[in-house]
């Protein structure tokens, strides 16, 4: 079965990240820190989710002279609600697993 577009580990923390204040525009800088991704899997994904209209993305100018312009992100309401689907679909893949473990557990003597 192919996996869903949008679903990779990595892909799911930047979307924890981005629903966490989804109207917030945020730098890729705080996005890696926060995610633990290296610029080259943070900013790939940060491409094909702004290519795909799921991410805004515009251009921040320098606040010093000779220092560059940043680039910033934030989540398109398609993207927010893609996101929350996506997210939303992982915890519940956790729970399956989690169940029938719990269901197998001997029961306590009454």
Sequence with gaps: MPRLPHTSPQTLLVFECLLAAPDAWRYGYDLSRETGLASGSLYPILMRLADGSLLETRWEPAEQPG??????YRLTPDGAALAAER????????????????????????
């Design 87 to 110: 997210l939303a679909r992982r915890a519940a893949a956790e729970a399956d697993r989690v169940a029938p473990a719990a269901r197998l557990r001997p029961r306590a003597a009454s």
């Design 67 to 72: 220092r560059p312009p940043r680039h910033l």
